[in-house]
């Protein structure tokens, strides 16, 4: 993922957390249809109008922003074809660097090597995310499943 300026996450002031709750609850209204095109008209500083169309899939893009904003959150965005570095791969695990490189090499998670170096692509990590949250729910619910039958929890 090449960082630059823009791309270095930014936690909202207090004023920005403000403004991003009431952004988010006004555009809620009014992009609740979510299906066609719509536009925002942008006043600049001077007072200059222009109306601005937006793709409906950015809709809930926009919305999330607010809203994490709002409660804030730094926010960055990351296209699902972006590669990233084992360390940026590992810090979206929420695990170290040494742990993602295992799984890499187990091939649990695809990746390909630029020079010594190895690049994730975020979606598979995407997959690897949903596919682990998926078995450790499923684990969950056998274990509330057994805990049941065993009469546990019950008073």
């Known amino acids: 993922m090449n960082t630059s300026v823009r791309d270095m996450p930014h936690l909202p002031t207090e004023a920005e957390t403000l403004l991003a709750r009431k952004s988010a609850s006004a555009l809620s209204v009014h992009l609740a249809s979510r299906h066609a095109p719509q536009s925002i008209v942008i006043i600049d500083h001077a007072g200059e109008k222009q109306a601005v169309e937006l793709p409906s899939a950015v809709y809930p893009l926009l919305l999330d922003a607010l809203a994490e904003m709002a409660r804030g959150n730094a926010v960055t965005l990351t296209p699902v074809h972006a590669e990233l570095t084992t360390q940026e791969a590992a810090d979206l695990l929420n695990v170290s660097r040494p742990y993602l490189v295992k799984l890499l090499d187990e091939g649990k998670i695809p990746h390909r090597k630029v020079g010594r ?36 929890g019950a008073e």
Do not use: N
């Open 117 to 152: 170096h190895r690049r994730v692509l975020y979606r598979d990590m995407l997959d690897y995310k949903q596919r682990t949250d998926s078995q450790r729910s499923q684990a969950l619910d056998e274990l509330a499943a057994m805990a049941q039958e065993a009469g546990m």
